[in-house]
Structure formats: C-alpha cells, structure tokens
C-alpha cells in the first residue's frame, strides 16, 4: 500500500462515501478518484497538523504554510468539494476509527508536537465582545494590513465592497468602472445635491466620500475606527482639494456626534457591528438623520443559521463578524423608526467583484508576496476563491437597503417612483 493510499484510506474515515478528492503524498504516489481535484500533501507536517487541529481551520492553515496545495482551479476544487459534502455528509470517527488513524500517522512519520503558526497573523483580541477597545482591534487586524496591499488589489477608487457591474458583457467595462457606477447609485438613492450633509459611516479609504464631494459637491463627515485609513483618506482629500467639503474623523460609531444629517450611508460595515450592538447600531443612525432624510445599508447577509464567517474567516480575515438574513435586518431598521423603502439583491455582482480581485492577485502575485508574505498572499488568495463561491452558490448575499426617517406625521419626502435614482446609464 503507497503513502497516497494510506491517507485516502484514512480520509474515508471522515467521509460517508468516497473521498471527493484525489490525493498525491510527499513521496509522488496518488490515490483516490480519478479526475477528482487533486490536493497534494507536501511533507507529513499537513497529516500531523490537521491529526492536532481537525476541520476547516487545520485545512487553511495547511494550505497557508504551504504543506497543502490544490492543483488546478481552487474555487472549483472547492465547490466540488462543498458539493460533496452536502450530498453525502461528513463522518465522525469513533474511538476505533481515531485509533486507526493514530496508527496509520505514525507509519507515516506524522506524529509529532504541535506544528508551529503557519507565518501569517492570526487574529488576538480580547476584552468584552464589541466593546470599543475591541472592535478597533478587530478593524485594525483587517483593514491595517497596509494601504500599499489594498493600493495593489483594488481599483484606484480604493473601493472595497461589492462593485455594481451594469455593463457585465462589454469587454472595455472594468471593476474601476462598476465600482464607480455602485457610488453613483449610491448617491441617486440618498438623492444627494450640492450643499447635502452626508455621513458616511465606516468610510473605508473613502471612495463615497470623495466621490459624493467630487460630483455631487455635498459636506460629508467620513467615520473610520481604522487609523491608517484614517490617514489614507485625509491625504486623498488634501490632495484632491476637498478641504472645504470633507472631514475625516477617527471614531467608534457610538461616538459619532451631531446630528440632522440629510443622508446616511454605511457600505459594508454593518457586518462587524454584532448582533446584540445591532438594534442601538439602528437607533443611532435614526438618531443622527434629520425628518425625511435618507440611509442606505449596503451590508452581506447570511442565513440564521451560519452568522459568521467561518473558523478560517473569523482567525484570519474578519473576526467577530455577525451577519443575519436581510429580512432580519430591515425589521431592525423598521423597529428603529426608520421606513425602508426599497432593498435591492446585488449577490451575482459581488461574485464579479471578487473575481476581479482575485485576478489581480494571481496577475500580481509575486509583488504581494514581496509586499506581505507567501502566507498572507495565500491567506488571500484561500479568502478570495472561498467568498465568491458562497456568493455565488447563494450562501451569503448582499444588499442595498434604502430607508427614510418620516416625519411624525408619516411624510417620507420618497418620490412614489424610484426611476429617477436610474436615470442616465444606470439600470437595475
């Protein structure tokens, strides 16, 4: 029996029927399902991590450290994957099957203490869960890896959220032009003219902002807990001269001051709120909109019961994240006062956005690996073929949420037709 037909038989213990994949071990033997993906393990340091951290989290962090790869397409070995599990179930080992697979690691040469960190950041936070403290920490993990790494994967926009592709077959539309056509619509549905005050909370590195100020000529107060977006988005608007119409302010949402805003937006941001913060998170932004002005939500949704991320998201990417399905959502914004006047699904287009993404990164690959690491570019590259994926097979969505603050005697100031916000060359 070869190397490769030993772990394939050790595989099925996790399995209900056949192995979904086909394996190649250090030593060059395969076994398993022809015309399956193909994993290879590149040295018994991958068995001996995943025999200590079993799941998902072991698999990634195999991948990161480089004693895993996926041959071929890894979002398609993925899905294949997924397909497999969902069809035929996972496996739980007992006692007799745990022993066997203890024996069959140790003729491997597997055994062994506990590998070490596979050389990219995981996430450390600690202290109350969302409390300020930590929820800059969290931000900080994600968004302070540097400007120079979301410099290379996003489009000169800076904008990092779920782009709006109204052109998808013409072969000259790029990400930079169906990002720019999501901040346009953006500022049509807050129905933003010069002089508007907009807040937009959880500004990222400010692409609405500057687009809202540079187009629409309205005042915007920009809101970042990351300080080195902070600094970014200052140095975009000195440079682009907005002085006079953008304020860049470092700050927990529950600090925001003021009030009597015309518009509120908060593009995908809403996700690291939490759920139990989430109610006050919608209280506030009623609070800090005057009668009859606008909110838009652009948030990620998954169902009730899969709220976050994931094992490898919630370590490497995106910790304490909290989503729910979008129908949770616009009752929290209902319950907070504020009427929703319309909700629009962009889901097909976030998996365009994020191929984008990846595309950049495979086409650039050794400028991020000089820039951050082989496993942090694999951490991304891991996150990137993952999320479109679970977009694309309808495991997360995203939406834009449109809501009003009316009056007190129920005025909304909405026109009773939306074809406006799509005038010109943007269609829903």
Request: proline share 6%; aromatic share 8%; charged share 25%.
């Amino acid at each position: 029996m070869t190397t490769a037909d030993r772990l394939t038989d050790l595989l099925g213990h996790w399995f209900s029927g056949p192995p979904p994949v086909r394996l190649r071990a250090w030593d060059g033997s395969e076994s398993g399902p022809a015309g399956a993906p193909l994993v290879a393990l590149r040295s018994p340091a991958a068995l001996r991590r995943l025999l200590w951290q079993p799941g998902e989290l072991g698999l990634a962090e195999a991948y990161i450290a480089g004693e895993l790869d996926i041959e071929g397409d890894l979002s398609a070995a993925l899905s294949h994957v997924w397909r497999a599990m969902r069809s035929q179930g996972t496996a739980k080992p007992g006692p007799r099957e745990l022993a066997r697979a203890a024996a069959t690691a140790a003729r491997l040469g597997a055994l062994g203490p506990r590998p070490p960190a596979p050389g990219a950041a995981r996430a450390k936070l600690s202290g109350r869960l969302h409390s300020a403290a930590r929820d800059r920490a969290a931000i900080s993990h994600h968004y302070d890896l540097s400007n120079d790494f979301y410099a290379l994967l996003l489009d000169e926009s800076m904008a990092y959220s779920c782009g709006y592709w109204t052109r998808p077959d013409d072969p000259g539309y790029t990400l930079a032009d169906a990002q720019r056509d999501k901040l346009e619509l953006i500022c049509r549905k807050l129905g933003l003219t010069g002089g508007a005050r907009l807040l937009d909370v959880g500004c990222g590195w400010g692409s609405l902002a500057l687009y809202a100020a540079r187009e629409h000529k309205a005042q915007v107060t920009a809101v970042t807990l990351a300080q080195e977006q902070r600094d970014f988005v200052a140095a975009r608007v000195a440079e682009e001269g907005l002085t006079d119409l953008v304020e860049v302010q470092l700050r927990h949402w529950r600090d925001i001051e003021g009030g009597g805003f015309d518009a509120v937006s908060t593009v995908e941001m809403g996700e690291h709120v939490g759920d139990a913060e989430y109610p006050d998170f919608t209280a506030k932004l009623h609070g800090l909109l005057r009668p009859r002005g606008r909110l838009l939500v652009q948030q990620m949704s998954r169902g009730a019961h899969a709220p976050g991320g994931g094992a490898f998201i919630e370590n490497y990417i995106a910790p304490d994240m909290h989503m729910r399905p979008v129908g949770r959502t616009v009752a929290l914004l209902e319950d907070a006062g504020l009427e929703v006047r319309s909700v629009q699904a962009l889901r097909e287009h976030y998996t365009r956005t994020i191929d984008a993404w990846s595309d950049t990164l495979e086409g650039r690959w050794e400028e991020f690996t000089a820039l951050v690491g082989e496993p942090t570019a694999r951490v991304w590259r891991l996150y990137l073929a993952g999320s479109a994926l679970a977009f694309a097979e309808h495991r997360m969505g995203v939406d834009q949420v449109l809501a009003v603050r009316p009056t007190l005697e129920g005025d909304s100031g909405m026109p009773g037709t939306p074809g406006s916000w799509y005038a010109g060359e943007l269609r829903p």
